[in-house]
Nanobody, 122 residues
Framework: QRQPTESGGGSVQAGESLRLSCVFS????????MSWHRQAGQKLREVVSR???????TYADSVKGRFTISRDNSKNTLYLQMNNLKPEDTAMYYC????????????????WGQGIQVTVSS
């Protein structure tokens, strides 16, 4: 399975917006939960947002009201719209693909993307 590929990162000023995209490999018999994670400096990697195969969505408290996660299964693409960016959003952002609960990770493997940098200046 090909590694998911992120795009859309960059450097912006506080208050501006970015839209991240993640293209992943899909399999006909597999259902995937998708998520965005971020890691700033030497901090632990944290979950930013998740959207499961049924469309249920969760957000970290720090991004609620500012970020929006979505997916287009026909294009095997995951998105993260990031509005009103803050300096504390600066991090490497990773796309993650996981088989939905109950599915075999051997038959439906999951992978991390390479990551893409987002830098927000004050």
């Amino acid at each position: 399975q090909r590694q998911p590929t992120e795009s859309g990162g960059g450097s912006v000023q506080a208050g501006e917006s970015l839209r991240l995209s993640c293209v992943f490999s899909g399999y006909a018999s597999c259902r995937y939960d998708m998520s965005w994670h971020r890691q700033a400096g030497q901090k632990l990697r944290e979950v930013v947002s998740r959207i499961d195969s049924a469309g249920s969505i969760t957000y970290a408290d720090s991004v609620k009201g500012r970020f929006t996660i979505s997916r287009d299964n026909s294009k095997n693409t995951l998105y993260l719209q990031m509005n009103n960016l803050k300096p504390e959003d600066t991090a490497m952002y990773y796309c993650k693909q996981d088989p939905s609960p109950g599915l075999s990770p051997t038959i439906c493997p999951g992978y991390w993307g390479q990551g893409i940098q987002v830098t927000v200046s004050s």
